[in-house]
């Protein structure tokens, strides 16, 4: 299972540090990554990270102010969001890749955690 936490209500230019929780077996040997999904909109693609931290990757609109992050000691990836606009509020869930590393694409993820609310005002 997965946990994300974190969220919250944030003025734009602010910071947040998002954390998600692992209590499966295959973190530490699997990519991760976030996502999130704003009202009416399509889930995105937020980051990935590979296994071993050697790599990650950032979508355009997020790419320069947030980054991710893990503890494979304690199960633990983190997404840390500087700059935050008002175009970030959405709920932001975390993922587990199927193998050691991840594309931006849904499916190379196989299981989702319960999200958690980011709300940036103008």
């Known amino acids: 299972q997965l946990q994300a936490s974190g969220g919250g209500l944030v003025q734009a230019g602010g910071s947040l540090r998002l954390s998600c929780s692992a209590s499966?077996?295959?973190?530490?040997?699997?990519?991760m990554g976030w996502f999130r999904q704003a009202p009416g909109k399509e889930r995105e693609f937020v980051a990935v990270i590979s296994w071993n931290s050697d790599e990650t990757y950032y979508g355009d609109s997020v790419k320069g102010r947030f980054t991710i992050s893990r503890d494979n000691a304690k199960n633990k990836i983190y997404l840390q969001m500087n700059s935050l606009k008002p175009e970030d509020t959405a709920i932001y869930y975390c993922a587990k890749g199927a193998y050691k590393w991840a594309t931006v694409d849904r499916k190379s993820f196989d299981s989702w955690g319960t999200g958690t609310q980011v709300t940036v005002s103008s």
């Open positions: 499966r077996r295959g973190f530490s040997t699997s990519a």
